[in-house]
């Protein structure tokens, strides 16, 4: 991917290990269905999430500003061990669970403010193996990969700034998978920071 620094581990956990962490956190992941602002009306996401972290990394996206459920216990070990594998600080997760084929996520980039300029951002993916997406902001081809259970996918300088990704629909899927993506919310001071050196 030209300009965007992004590495793929397809097996970076084993399938046991992989197996158990799927069963643990379907279970103890506080699920909801996230309502989203889209071409100016409310619609359900078409997924369960939860947004989980250390206090004070709230998230804004789509309209709403989500406070940080508590680190699970499964989810606090793993995000040690994608640091190290990243080489990257996290202090929040996104998790998302796609019940089956029919639950998606739509073309983006993870832009946010409050993930700073260059985020990384790492994805973890247990369960069902789906499509996931890339195309250039200024246009050419697609990239497809394959997201394995117990992969590792490191997104980190350029992806978001040059990318867009999706996690296209396969009907043909009857089982769940979940999606983890790592991030780190600047602190709130920082932000301001931020912003107010663009002026
Ligand atoms: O489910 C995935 O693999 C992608 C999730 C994603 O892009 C996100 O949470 O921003
Ligand atoms: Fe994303």
């Known amino acids: ?106 073309w983006h980039s993870d832009d946010e403010p409050e993930l700073g300029p260059e985020p990384v951002i790492a994805s973890v993916s247990l369960g069902a193996e789906r499509a996931f997406r890339f195309r250039a902001k200024a246009g050419g081809d697609v990239l497809s990969i394959e997201l394995t259970h117990g992969s590792l996918l490191c997104m980190g300088a350029g992806a978001q700034r040059l990318y867009k990704h999706e996690l296209p629909a396969r009907k043909r899927v009857a089982a769940p998978r979940v999606n983890l993506t790592f991030r780190f919310i600047q602190p709130a001071d920082r932000r301001h920071e931020l912003r107010s050196r663009l002026w």
């Open 1 to 106: 991917m030209p300009g965007a620094d992004v590495t793929f581990a397809p097996v970076w956990l084993g399938r046991d290990e992989a197996d158990a962490l799927l069963a643990a956190l379907i279970d103890e992941i506080p699920w909801e269905v996230h309502r989203l602002r889209m071409f100016g009306r409310w619609v359900d996401a078409p997924r369960l999430n939860a947004w989980i972290g250390d206090a004070g990394a709230s998230y804004r996206y789509s309209g709403n500003t989500f406070e940080p459920r508590p680190w699970t216990p499964a989810l606090a070990e793993l995000r040690d061990r994608v640091q190290l594998a990243c080489g990257a600080s996290f202090n929040s997760v996104l998790a998302n669970l796609y019940r089956d084929g029919s639950d998606r996520m739509g």
